[in-house]
């Protein structure tokens, strides 16, 4: 066929803004580039399904040899729907217009009478997937950019254009629903394994290695592609007999119950869309995709998710505007080698700083090297690193006893133990050695900033930067602006968390800052629950019941009772008896009880395996049995994070509910499915709230009097979040 330029296409007339994809043709080989303009990624709106329909119509008429879809945008594809347009759907007849048309254009797309080839590189999430698998081939690059999934369920939804019907047709039922379930995102290499891929090229390649695909000649599609393993092969055998809903449904329908206690419906909708779909007609599955997918998207749930979605893309948004603002940091220096030094340290190496770990004695600095080892040969496992990684890493990091490696550092994280005079030391150290405009930046959980800051001979050079435990898997980062700080200082900050990968919130200076001053008065309440005759195992099972990652005791094991203690201790010298723990906590420390760390604490732990509660404990309190139901506990003990969060906000410690609701969601594991503290508030009305309160207050004393921020927005009928 002659050679077609671009002028030789008809393209269909723009939407107003332009258009938002490309389509050329070049010896009969048609490219569509998608490149939605003012947009840093693609997504799959309204406004482009409007102007594929006409491609696929001029398509469906032309003489073109085949299709390849590519990506205009350097590190994505399609990263999925556009969740605010999706969000902003009122009525659940609009939904079902919108997906039945987008199964309509998606099976014009797999009906075309020429092979069809989606050339992946970056980013192809969601929706964005959901169109490559309308087409017959895909080829993606393998850059570490390069990701492929279904991340819906994360939203409270199922895949909605296709995805749960075509993605088990291709790789088999076990395989798709681990996809589904999981929300999980596969690297290229992993989605080639699988089947989700044809072929793995070079990013520089892209473009030859789809016309390669091409060159195959007639579509070829397989229930279960041949490069998967026996293995693979005889689970989705077993999906389709009669032992299929023992062997494989009932079993994901365990794993899911077990993982999300069922306030989560998405992931349990999808196993019986999978189920039921692969049993039908695809035409007759989509529709059953559609139906659930619409009552998903206007529950309760899904609209919470969708919340966080959009609040955390606000504060990555602020956070990321005030990184500019920094200076560059190219060397780092993490003074303490215990598990938070070295986790730091492991994560600012991974983000390829060079990093100077510093501890006082060659045993404690061996610890932490072999920590960092031990993580990054996790990412190696995971194969996210190959040995030579791991090594080039490790070559990043540099322990030492002494100081003088301090000279030539940008940044200096302080991880030292939680006392001001070892702080006011290690820092006057520092001072002594590191150029002047050194930041040092104290990973304090509960020492007020500006106290730290008096024994600075610079104090605008001192900023807190309160990471969580565990470094690598805990997203949050709390970063704490005191008086005498400088702009600088602080954006520089923000900038080496946003690229250690952290979500990050800026507060102002307290005790406690913001979240540590919140959630003492949850492990309190918990604490006061156990003490007035609940048993361990109902605390925690009715926090985990209510939603919690963990139940309260459980948490303080693994943070350690001393720490907690300690804690405490400094909360109450600020606060008061409102923060004050119940007095019989003192003899667990007596006891020498440190939690997991040491072996016991609320439970026992043998090689650092939980082995159950540990009933001496009851002694030791001075305990007597009385069954508390667990609504109650859940109540008290959420109610009393609630109010401190009102008194927070009150002293203007932090003020923007995005950052409150983001701050517990991602510090503390606040159930994602109610949205928020302050949004789940909002939901309930405040009158309510103030309501509990009071009754809790009449019946357990004064912790409970509600914040006045609480009583005087009760009072207007005023909403959090408007």
Known sequence: MARTTKSDVANPKPPEGGAPARLQVQDGVAWLTIDLPGKKVNTLSTRFMDWFDGVIGQLESSEHSALILRSGKPGTFVAGADIEELKALQEVSEVEAMLRRG??????????????????????????????????????????????????????????????????????????????????????????????????????????????????????????????????????????????????????????????????????????????????????????????????????????????????????????????????????????????????????????????????DFESLARGVSYVGDRFGELKKRRRYNSVQVKEAMARLHPTIEYSPLEHVDFVIEAVFEEISVKHQVLEETESVAPEEVIFATNTSTIPIADIATGSRRPENVVGMHFFSPVHKMPLLEIIRHPAVSSETLATTVAVGKAMGKTVIVVEDGPGFYVNRVLGPYIQEALWCLTEGARIEEVDAALEGWGWPVGALTLLDEVGLD????????????????????????????????????????????????????????????????????????????????????????????????????GILFGVGFPPFRGGILRHADRLGLDHVVARLRHWEKAKGGRFEPARMLQEMAKSNATFHG
């Open 103 to 360: 199964h309509s254009i998606l099976n014009r797309l797999a009906g075309l009478p020429f092979p069809v080839v989606a050339a992946i590189d970056g980013a192809c999430l969601g929706g964005g997937l959901e169109l490559a698998l309308g087409a017959d081939w895909r080829v993606a690059t393998d850059s570490d950019r390069t990701r492929l999934g279904l991340p819906e369920v994360q939203l409270g939804l199922i895949p909605g254009l296709g995805g749960t019907q075509r993605l088990p047709r291709l790789i088999g039922v076990p395989a798709a629903l681990d996809m589904i379930l999981t929300g999980k995102q596969l690297r290229a290499r992993k989605a080639l394994k699988l089947g989700v891929i044809d072929e793995l090229c070079h990013p520089a390649n892209l473009g030859e290695a789809a016309l390669r695909l091409v060159a195959r000649g007639k579509r070829q599609k397989t229930k279960v592609v041949a490069r998967q393993g026996l293995a693979a092969r005889v689970g989705d055998l077993l999906a389709h007999s009669p032992l299929g809903d023992k062997v494989v449904y009932e079993k994901a329908r365990e794993t899911v119950r077990k993982k999300t206690g069922g306030h989560y419906p998405a992931p349990l909708a999808a196993i019986e869309v999978v189920r039921e779909g692969t049993a039908m007609p695809l035409e007759q599955a989509l529709e059953r995709e559609a139906q659930t997918f619409v009552e998903l998207v206007v529950s309760d749930v899904a609209k919470n998710l969708m919340g966080i979605f959009f609040m955390k893309n606000a504060v990555d948004g602020r956070a990321a505007a005030l990184a500019k603002e920094g200076r560059a940091v190219e060397r780092a220096a993490v003074l303490g080698a215990g598990l938070m030094g070295a986790g730091i340290s492991q994560g600012l190496v991974h983000k390829g700083y060079s990093v100077v770990m510093k501890d006082r």
């Open 563 to 662: 720490v907690g203690y300690h804690a405490a201790e400094v909360m109450k010298k600020h606060f008061g008896d409102r923060l004050d723990m119940p007095s019989a906590l003192q003899n667990l420390i007596d006891d020498g009880r440190k939690g997991r760390k040491g072996g016991k604490g609320f439970y026992l732990y043998e090689k650092g395996e939980r082995q159950g509660a540990d009933p001496a404990i009851y002694d030791l309190l001075g305990w007597s049995e009385a069954p508390m139901p667990a609504a109650e506990i859940a109540e008290r003990c959420w109610l009393q994070m609630l109010n401190e969060v009102a008194r927070t906000m009150e002293d203007q410690i932090i003020t923007n509910p995005e950052d409150v609701d983001i």
